[in-house]
């Protein structure tokens, strides 16, 4: 069977729908044609079905709402941890039912049970541990110190090098006792 041959009227309606910003298999649907027949159309046309541009911001936009819900989520965590620490010197209510006449015994405590310390503390660990790894701490420079630091040898190194024809040479520890008996605290005996 012959494929039917492309009209002006074909032309027109992926030129208008792709305007509307009609992917390129809803047009096929729409005018009753195959997607590689509206593609081939389309790049005659100059068109493109190329939605990297839409797709880039819309999966920038969802990393940024991502972003804000862990920073929510880690404040939350970061709450839950505070309240279990105050509970830790707070007055703690305890209860129970039972005995013979199925009674009900309340007795505060001035402050929560060791086992329960422990419980609390294990839950503010969690809460800390889970808050910092959505929301690490921001670097405190200390990489970047290192990096001016290693920047400033490598330049008194290249420096050296220029004047001595040569890299320096690693330090030549002197031969002898005198810093076994330094550290020792006794000073040799002179000849």
Same mark, same amino acid.
């Given at each position: ?24 298999? $809803? ?10 027949? &509206? ?39 970061? $709450? &839950? ?21 199925? !009674? ?7 402050? =929560?049970? =060791? ?32 990096? &001016?630091? %290693? ?7 290249? $420096? ?15 031969? %002898? !006792? ?6 020792? %605290?006794? &000073? =040799?005996?002179?000849?």
């Amino acid at each position: 069977m012959a494929a039917r041959p492309i009209t002006e009227k074909d032309r027109k309606q992926v030129r208008a729908l792709h305007a509307e910003g009609m992917s390129r298999n $809803d047009i096929a649907r729409k005018i009753s044609r195959s997607p590689s027949t &509206v593609s081939k159309l389309a790049a005659d046309m100059g068109l493109s079905f190329d939605r990297a541009a839409q797709v880039a911001a819309a999966t920038t936009a969802r990393k940024a709402d991502l972003s804000a819900r862990r920073a929510t989520m880690a404040e939350t965590l970061q $709450d &839950v941890a505070e309240r279990e620490i105050a509970r830790m010197t707070q007055p703690q209510l305890y209860f129970e039912w039972g005995g013979k006449e199925h !009674d009900y015994d309340e007795r505060w405590q001035p402050e =929560p049970t =060791p086992a329960d310390r422990r419980t609390m503390m294990a839950t503010a660990s969690a809460a800390l541990d889970r808050s910092l790894k959505l929301v690490p701490p921001k670097d405190d420079g200390a990489a970047e110190s290192r990096s &001016v630091i %290693g920047d400033l040898l490598a330049g008194l190194v290249g $420096d050296y090098t220029a004047r001595h024809g040569a890299p320096p040479t690693d330090p030549i520890e002197p031969e %002898g !006792d005198t810093d076994d008996a330094a550290e020792a %605290g006794t &000073v =040799p005996e002179a000849d």
